[in-house]
């Protein structure tokens, strides 16, 4: 199904002036709403993931990570109308369906971890953990902003299942993107070094 473009006509309209701004299905609320505050942070996701591509990630990751901000367009369509009503634009399970299979296709390529992973490595690799810490802080507004109201049913697996696909894109900005030496440029944790 084909959905109409939005157009901008006017960057400004005066009228969040007052503090407020329109959610989806017109009504107004305050410009710090949790609702506003959960959209906004996956707004700034995509920022940061676009911050991530500019460091040259490698192929085919940089074209999913371009899919996925598109997704994460629809991921702020779903919230930022109220409710689970199906004529608007939903998040399915197909989109979460489609992390997973990424993730099991880039984790096969790393080599397995025997410790956790600090952020960092190459440029590339740093965003992408960053994008992912950005990613979780979505996720606790969506499961706060859930916990009072309602909110499409894949939003939060959708973003789950992101946090765990930024994380092994990261592993594998760490080895030229390729998979070649399964993240052999990861910053492993080393508990206890700084006593010792």
């Given at each position: 199904?084909?959905?109409?473009?939005?157009?901008?006509?006017?960057?400004?309209?005066?009228?969040?002036?007052?503090?407020?701004?329109?959610?989806?299905?017109?009504?107004?609320?305050?410009?710090?709403?949790?609702?506003?505050?959960?959209?906004?942070?996956v707004d700034?996701?995509?920022?940061?993931?676009?911050?991530?591509?500019?460091?040259?990630?490698?192929?085919?990751?940089?074209?999913?990570?371009?899919?996925?901000?598109?997704?994460?367009?629809?991921?702020?369509?779903?919230?930022?109308?109220?409710?689970?009503?199906?004529?608007?634009?939903?998040?399915?399970?197909?989109?979460?369906?489609?992390?997973?299979?990424?993730?099991?296709?880039?984790?096969?390529?790393?080599?397995?971890?025997?410790?956790?992973?600090?952020?960092g490595g190459?440029?590339?690799?740093?965003?992408?953990?960053?994008?992912?810490?950005?990613?979780?802080?979505?996720?606790?507004?969506?499961?706060?902003?859930?916990?009072?109201?309602?909110?499409?049913?894949?939003?939060?697996?959708?973003?789950?299942?992101?946090?765990?696909?930024?994380?092994?894109?990261?592993?594998?900005?760490?080895?030229?993107?390729?998979?070649?030496?399964?993240?052999?440029?990861?910053?492993?944790?080393?508990?206890?070094?700084?006593?010792a």
């Open positions: 199904m084909i959905r109409a473009m939005v157009h901008l006509n006017r960057i400004y309209t005066r009228t969040g002036d007052d503090g407020t701004t329109a959610l989806g299905d017109g009504s107004r609320v305050a410009k710090h709403d949790l609702r506003v505050a959960a959209y906004g942070t700034e996701l995509s920022s940061t993931i676009g911050l991530a591509l500019v460091q040259g990630v490698a192929r085919p990751f940089d074209e999913r990570l371009r899919a996925i901000q598109n997704d994460l367009f629809d991921v702020g369509s779903d919230l930022c109308v109220p409710g689970a009503g199906a004529d608007r634009l939903r998040i399915l399970p197909s989109y979460v369906r489609r992390l997973e299979e990424w993730i099991d296709e880039v984790n096969a390529g790393l080599r397995p971890l025997g410790s956790f992973v600090l952020p190459t440029p590339a690799a740093a965003w992408l953990h960053f994008a992912r810490t950005v990613c979780r802080r979505a996720e606790r507004l969506v499961s706060e902003l859930a916990g009072r109201e309602e909110v499409g049913a894949e939003v939060l697996p959708y973003l789950n299942r992101l946090s765990d696909l930024l994380f092994v894109l990261a592993r594998a900005a760490n080895d030229g993107g390729d998979g070649g030496d399964g993240g052999e440029a990861d910053v492993l944790w080393e508990p206890g070094k700084g006593g």
